[in-house]
């Protein structure tokens, strides 16, 4: 999906700054998305966490590199893969499709980096 790319987040970055929106914060839906917005700021000198800090979400091993690096949402993705495997061979199991949802919340942890000033 174009929407979440580095490049896509780095257009939207030097949009929302040349627009005027007044704004200290990014919060990004993926450390992809973030890794853009990051360009984004310092192809138009936006100082990352001075003017504006920056965190991600999944924990990417490359967001610990970058420069700045990034702050992000580790979402415990092992906790989910074991879960999504554990669904699915229930599911296998059965001769018609469950009728109800089942909710799953995983564990997560927030890893400050120097994006957002750690």
């Known amino acids: 999906m174009e929407a979440f790319t580095m490049r896509a987040g780095a257009q939207r970055a030097r949009e929302m700054v ?6 200290d914060g990014a919060f990004c839906v993926t450390d992809t998305l973030a890794m853009g ?7 138009i000198e936006v100082k990352v966490p001075e003017q ?9 091993e490359s ?3 970058l420069v700045p690096s ?7 993705h092992g906790a989910m893969a074991e879960r999504a495997v554990a669904l699915l061979a229930r599911r ?3 001769a018609e499709l469950p009728q109800d949802r ?15 000033g750690g």
């Open 92 to 94: 296998i199991g059965q």
């Open 52 to 60: 504006v800090k920056v965190i991600g979400f999944d924990n990417v």
């Open 102 to 116: 089942e909710e799953f919340v995983s564990h997560f942890s927030l890893v400050v980096r120097e994006s957002t």
């Open 63 to 65: 967001s610990e590199f």
């Open 18 to 23: 040349e627009s005027g929106l007044g704004f």
């Open 70 to 76: 990034l702050s992000t949402i580790d979402p415990d």
């Open 37 to 43: 917005v990051l360009r984004g700021l310092a192809d």
